[in-house]
């Protein structure tokens, strides 16, 4: 079945990368520089949940280096879909009410598109950015995510605001390049695509942002130039 949807090419996948100049230049901002030299404000949210002694709420800007070091540090972005010209396979297995043939068809274009996703963030850490070129890790490591560096996606519980969607793509290019679009939600489509940011900082982790309070609301409604009607539509499943 693999090989007949291959062949009758069911399955399209497209990707786009790529790696700005960044720093952290305020406590919860990365400014990125994009192609065109645009310096673009990446805004994130800290974690405002009550911890151990010892125990920081982190906030994502926190694995870039400030702007006040003097080093200049750099992020990534990445956008891949496995979905494109499925849909007339959709349609047709709905007038024939195979359901099941719908189902395995998203199924395997989900899958294809992680998988890809997957082997770009291998070749970014051991070749396009380099900063783990001795990394030889099994596939048993690869699943436990036991490589340096992190792919978080807006809308994911690390930054779970996705209007942060169209700066990345915009920096990408990645409608151009891939064919992926922003839906009025900010959904993706096709539906079988990923997209996010990648992070090499040693230390980078995957994290729940969890609940935020209304004075962090606020400076985030600031920071994005939102009225705080807007901000509580995003934040909403956030707010304390």
């Given at each position: 079945?693999?090989?007949k949807i291959?062949d009758e090419?069911?399955?399209t996948?497209?990707?786009?990368?790529g790696l700005f100049?960044?720093?952290?230049t305020?406590?919860d901002t990365?400014?990125?520089t994009?192609?065109d030299g645009?310096?673009?404000?990446?805004?994130f949210?800290?974690?405002q949940?009550?911890?151990?002694?010892g125990?920081p709420?982190?906030?994502?800007?926190?694995?870039?280096?400030?702007v006040?070091?003097?080093?200049q540090?750099w992020i990534?972005g990445?956008?891949?879909t496995a979905?494109?010209?499925?849909e007339?396979?959709?349609?047709?297995?709905?007038?024939?009410?195979?359901?099941?043939?719908?189902?395995?068809?998203?199924?395997l274009a989900?899958r294809l598109?992680?998988?890809?996703?997957?082997?770009?963030?291998?070749?970014?850490?051991?070749?396009f950015?380099?900063?783990?070129?001795?990394e030889?890790?099994?596939?048993e490591?690869?699943?436990?995510e036991?490589?340096l560096?992190?792919?978080?996606?807006?809308g994911?519980?690390?930054?779970p605001?996705h209007t942060?969607?169209?700066?990345?793509?915009?920096?990408?290019?990645?409608?151009?390049?891939?064919?992926?679009?922003l839906?009025?939600?900010l959904?993706?489509?096709?539906a079988?695509?990923?997209?996010?940011?990648?992070?090499?900082?040693p230390?980078a982790?995957?994290?729940?942002?969890?609940?935020?309070?209304?004075d962090?609301?606020?400076?985030?409604a600031t920071?994005?130039g939102?009225?705080?009607?807007?901000?509580?539509k995003w934040?909403r499943?956030?707010?304390?």
């Amino acid at each position: 079945m693999l090989k007949k949807i291959v062949d009758e090419k069911w399955l399209t996948a497209r990707a786009v990368i790529g790696l700005f100049p960044a720093n952290a230049t305020a406590p919860d901002t990365v400014t990125a520089t994009a192609l065109d030299g645009a310096q673009v404000p990446l805004e994130f949210l800290r974690q405002q949940i009550k911890k151990a002694p010892g125990q920081p709420n982190i906030n994502l800007s926190d694995f870039i280096a400030p702007v006040e070091t003097g080093k200049q540090d750099w992020i990534g972005g990445f956008a891949v879909t496995a979905g494109e010209g499925i849909e007339k396979w959709l349609d047709k297995f709905k007038k024939e009410h195979d359901d099941y043939s719908s189902i395995m068809l998203k199924a395997l274009a989900d899958r294809l598109a992680e998988a890809f996703t997957e082997l770009l963030h291998e070749r970014v850490r051991k070749e396009f950015w380099a900063y783990a070129t001795e990394e030889h890790l099994s596939n048993e490591q690869l699943i436990a995510e036991e490589y340096l560096g992190i792919r978080p996606a807006p809308g994911y519980p690390a930054c779970p605001e996705h209007t942060e969607k169209y700066k990345l793509f915009d920096l990408l290019g990645a409608t151009a390049s891939t064919g992926i679009t922003l839906t009025e939600s900010l959904a993706m489509y096709p539906a079988a695509s990923v997209s996010g940011w990648y992070f090499a900082n040693p230390q980078a982790k995957y994290f729940g942002l969890g609940k935020i309070e209304r004075d962090q609301l606020q400076d985030y409604a600031t920071r994005k130039g939102w009225d705080l009607e807007t901000a509580e539509k995003w934040l909403r499943p956030n707010l304390d």
